[in-house]
């Protein structure tokens, strides 16, 4: 009997076909779950068509094919069970309520929204925020609560109108679940004539830990700042730019008087112990570097998009995994694990090519995460202790999006996923941990 990941290969591109002959128009809304705070306009079309209450949301259900039984797709919607390599999935579903007050002049002066988020695993909350327009001077907003945290693009883009199923391995390593709790400090020029109304700071102080873990575990903070610019339309060419630069400066309190962090010994990178009773409570780094672009043609038919983003620096987890910790992390039997910190670089470039209507699009992505820089390929081994949270994966990822009509929409993806050889056990070679996805979307 076929398995069913070698029929989906073989009858991919018929698929395809039949999404592509099937619909109607429809023209893909760019609305973000993050909102950013100074897209003034949305807002007032908000305040003027509802009212000032009002409610939206989206529904993903699923179906995915892995290449082999158990394969760990967490990096694509999860891992599948030890005997399983095809399953439906409720990837996500949201309900999102916002609130807007303006003021007597029409200015937005508060905001507020809560989000819930509920698949066939339970139902969490994803945005619980409140934000506050001051209308003296029209520069600043601040957002407190659970809310985005404001670093790179691809956080930002609300996964109800990314084209790729999953935001790229590298964001979802280094800023888990997205949100976290929190203020955000926004400048940015919001009257008529003002000459920097397409530029934006950013400046927050969250947690750290995010929505993985069930709240704060040590005194350290995330530090997070953004300088962005909105699209800027060129006179002469059909074509716009927008981009911006983050970094984020924060850690993770020791526990331990141990730490363990790369030093090269002998002309050989190796992962190095390090004992000592002050490491106690001393700030394991997180340092992330990363600047973005996106380009766009200024057309609705046949439109072309490119957005890249790449981010390099120091990364804080344990020996097994290079994830920010949602936790202290201890072992079965609850004992405190020490910390690896860790040199990392990662990069994502996703193309998306309108074909003649909005409604049709085909996806492009590759991404890349190196967790460890300092070592490649047969370099890493248990000898120097490293491990499977020190393997590099490259990810290339396309696809065909169509919209069916306004409240509905399906793409169907493959994504080829690749692990550098190593000689760490089970890294030896390419893992078979390729998945297709069929996603539907239904929206109001």
Request: glycine content about 8%; cysteine-free; aromatic content about 14%.
């Amino acid at each position: 009997m076929s398995h069913p990941f070698s029929l989906l290969k073989k009858y991919f591109f018929t698929i395809i076909l039949i999404v592509l002959f099937s619909a109607q128009a429809y023209s893909q809304r760019t609305i973000n779950d993050v909102m950013d705070s100074t897209t003034v306009n949305h807002l007032l079309i908000i305040s003027k068509k509802y009212g000032s209450l009002s409610f939206s949301g989206y529904l993903q259900p699923q179906f995915q094919v892995a290449q082999s039984n158990g394969t760990q797709a967490e990096y694509q919607g999860g891992n599948f069970g030890e005997y399983t390599s095809n399953r439906f999935r409720l990837r996500r579903g949201r309900l999102r309520a916002d609130y807007m007050l303006l003021t007597d002049e029409g200015a937005p002066s508060t905001y507020f929204v809560l989000q819930f988020d509920g698949t066939e695993q339970g139902v969490a909350i994803r945005d619980f925020w409140g934000r506050y327009y001051e209308n003296k001077w029209k520069i600043l907003a601040v957002t407190f609560g659970l809310s985005g945290r404001p670093f790179g693009n691809e956080l930002q883009l609300s996964s109800s109108v990314r084209e790729a199923p999953e935001r790229g391995r590298m964001s979802q390593i280094l800023m888990k679940t997205e949100r976290d709790l929190g203020a955000t400090f926004t400048l940015n020029p919001r009257w008529k004539d003002a000459k920097l109304k397409n530029i934006s700071l950013d400046f927050g102080i969250y947690n750290g830990q995010g929505l993985a873990g069930s709240g704060e575990f040590d005194n350290s903070k995330d530090f997070i700042f953004r300088l962005s610019h909105k699209p800027y339309k060129f006179k002469n060419i059909p074509l716009s730019i927008a981009g911006g630069i983050s970094t984020l400066q924060g850690g993770l309190n020791h526990r331990l008087p141990v730490s363990y962090r790369m030093q090269k010994i002998n002309d050989s990178w190796q992962m190095v112990k390090d004992s000592s009773a002050s490491t106690i409570n001393k700030v394991a780094p997180r340092r992330y570097y990363g600047a973005d672009v996106q380009l766009s043609t200024n057309t609705k038919s046949w439109k072309s998009e490119f957005r890249a983003e790449v981010v390099s620096g120091l990364q804080t987890a344990t020996a097994t995994t290079s994830t920010t910790p949602g936790s202290y992390p201890v072992d079965n039997k609850s004992i405190a694990l020490p910390y690896y910190t860790r040199t990392f670089n990662g990069a994502y470039f996703t193309y998306v090519q309108t074909l003649n209507s909005t409604d049709n699009q085909i996806i492009f992505k590759y991404d890349w995460y190196d967790p460890n820089s300092k070592v490649k390929g047969m370099d890493i081994s248990a000898a120097q202790r490293l491990t499977a949270a020190d393997v590099r994966f490259d990810t290339f990822g396309f696809g065909f999006l169509h919209h069916f009509n306004p409240h509905f929409k399906a793409v169907v993806y493959y994504d080829i996923i690749k692990n550098e050889s190593t000689q760490i056990p089970d890294y030896t070679a390419d893992r078979k941990d390729n998945v297709f996805t069929l996603r539907t979307q239904f929206y109001f």
